[in-house]
């Protein structure tokens, strides 16, 4: 089978052919159909011997390892985007989205972008029939993007975004469904505006004091400020312009010393993920795509197939891009 690995020291996509993989006892074989791919998955790679990227699929069980019930052959699943490790204090607890040990696909361990996978039947979950393949590539992402969003949002919340990528675009629209009334997006990209749709380009900032005066014309500063990029200019600048006990979600893991930076800056809430169970967030997930609340199609950059690697790997490290792989 096909398999595409990132070569962090070539900076490119290279392709192998690799025998495809046995399921092991707890283990489900999978033909993937679709990967969405985003700037992220090459970034975030830390490891410097070659790992196949991508952390979105959706695809077909073709086989499940003898300990596996709940999926059969046929059936079309997705994955979590964050594999718990099943032996911390948390995990014991039953508590998996609290996870002490989680590694991430495409990043810790080898991600989804080859013709066929093996993963964990704990990491898998249904693609209802009715929502189509190409849409359903979006459930994994949307769930993930659902953990920094609060559990419990007041009426009439206001939030600031640094963004950096499209996803951080999807994010925002989440935030909008969810019950925030207004938001406003900041971020050092001039390329990222032309993905908002047209009368969400209001909203959008490449310098601070812009959203000084969008949140004054509203008349009441931000609730909430979701730092999406780990930027750290971009973090302090919108400090300045929150309510002073505001609740900051850290989404980018930062460096040791720029939390401790931040820490002393903001002296108020401070917080990584909400606490909702991952299945909660599948299954809201999967709602946002039944009722049609967020078009995904609309943040879709490119498209391309499995043998477009090359293409795909010179515009992830170009530009602001989601591209959705057809396998
Ligand atoms: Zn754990």
């Known amino acids: ?103 991430i696909p495409g990043k810790d361990v080898n991600g989804f972008f080859a013709e066929y996978i093996t993963i964990k039947s704990d990491f898998l979950f249904k693609v ?12 994994p992402l949307i769930a993930e993007l659902l953990a920094y969003i609060p559990e419990e949002i007041k009426p009439g919340s206001t939030g600031i975004i640094t963004a950096g990528s499209i996803e951080d675009l999807l994010f925002n629209n989440l935030l909008l469904i969810s019950g925030f009334v207004e938001t406003a997006i900041l971020s050092t990209s001039t390329r990222l505006r032309t993905f908002l749709k047209p009368d969400l380009r209001t909203h959008y900032m490449e310098e ?39 609740t900051l979600f850290l989404a980018e893991k930062l460096l040791n010393e720029d939390k401790e930076n931040i820490a002393q800056i903001w002296k108020f809430n401070i917080r990584m993920k909400n606490l909702l169970p991952i299945e909660y967030r599948i299954s809201y997930a999967i709602k946002i795509l039944q009722t049609h609340a967020i078009q995904p199609d609309d943040f879709i950059t490119h498209i391309f197939n499995l043998d477009d690697y090359q293409k795909i790997s010179k515009i992830l490290l170009q530009e602001p891009s989601l591209i959705r792989v057809k396998m």
Not at 34 to 41: C, G, H, K, P, Y
Not at 131 to 139: H, N, T, V, Y
Request: hydrophobic residues 35%; proline residues 8%; charged residues 25%.
């Open 208 to 246: 601070p004091t812009g959203l000084l005066q969008f949140f004054e014309g509203y008349g009441e500063k931000p609730d909430y400020a979701f730092d999406l990029t780990g930027n750290l200019p971009l973090l302090k600048s919108i400090l300045q312009v929150l309510k002073p006990n505001a």
């Open 128 to 139: 209802p029939p009715e929502i189509p393949k190409e849409k359903a590539i979006f459930l």
């Open 1 to 103: 089978m096909k398999a595409i690995f990132y070569s962090k020291e070539r900076q490119e996509l290279i392709q192998r052919e690799l025998q495809t993989p046995a399921p092991r006892e707890k283990e489900v074989l999978i033909k993937t159909n679709f990967l969405v791919l985003t700037q992220r998955d090459l970034k975030n790679v830390d490891s410097e011997n070659d790992i196949i990227p991508g952390r979105f699929f959706v695809g077909e069980v073709i086989a499940a390892g003898s300990d596996v019930k709940d999926f059969a052959p046929g059936e079309t699943v997705s994955g979590i985007t964050s594999f718990f490790c099943g032996s911390c204090e948390a995990c014991k607890n039953l508590e998996y989205h609290l996870c002490e040990n989680p590694s």
